[in-house]
Nanobody, 123 residues
Framework: QVHLVESGGGLVQTGDSLRLSCGASGRTFGSYSMGWFRQAPGKEREFVAAISQSGRSTYYADSVKGRFTISRDNAKNTASLQMNSLKPEDTAIYYC????????????????WGQGTQVTVSS
């Protein structure tokens, strides 16, 4: 498993941008497919985006497609989520996670999770 720590959350206004980062420990970061999930108050955790081990392939939830971009830097053991044109419905705790299954949207496929970072979008 890999230890993950998210950062970059905050309070922004509708239409603003925010970039989340996920730092990973260990030498095996590049062997994991990475994903971002979010959980809003009173709702179940939902898939946001995933990226393959190499970074060449990505996969997005329809709700964020065209607004969010997932990326990774294996040399720096980091994954990022660039969020543009934010909406109040994007308000949630955002989690990064690592999986041995490539580009999966299923949370049970992810074996390592960060503690989460809060993103709040005001209207």
């Amino acid at each position: 498993q890999v230890h993950l720590v998210e950062s970059g959350g905050g309070l922004v206004q509708t239409g603003d941008s925010l970039r989340l980062s996920c730092g990973a420990s260990g030498r095996t970061f590049g062997s994991y497919s990475m994903g971002w999930f979010r959980q809003a108050p009173g709702k179940e955790r939902e898939f946001v985006a995933a990226i393959s081990q190499s970074g060449r392939s990505t996969y997005y939830a329809d709700s964020v497609k065209g607004r969010f971009t997932i990326s990774r830097d294996n040399a720096k053991n980091t994954a990022s989520l660039q969020m543009n044109s934010l909406k109040p419905e994007d308000t949630a705790i955002y989690y990064c996670a690592a999986s041995n299954v490539i580009l999966t949207r299923l949370s049970h496929d992810y074996s390592s999770w960060g503690q989460g970072t809060q993103v709040t979008v005001s209207s």
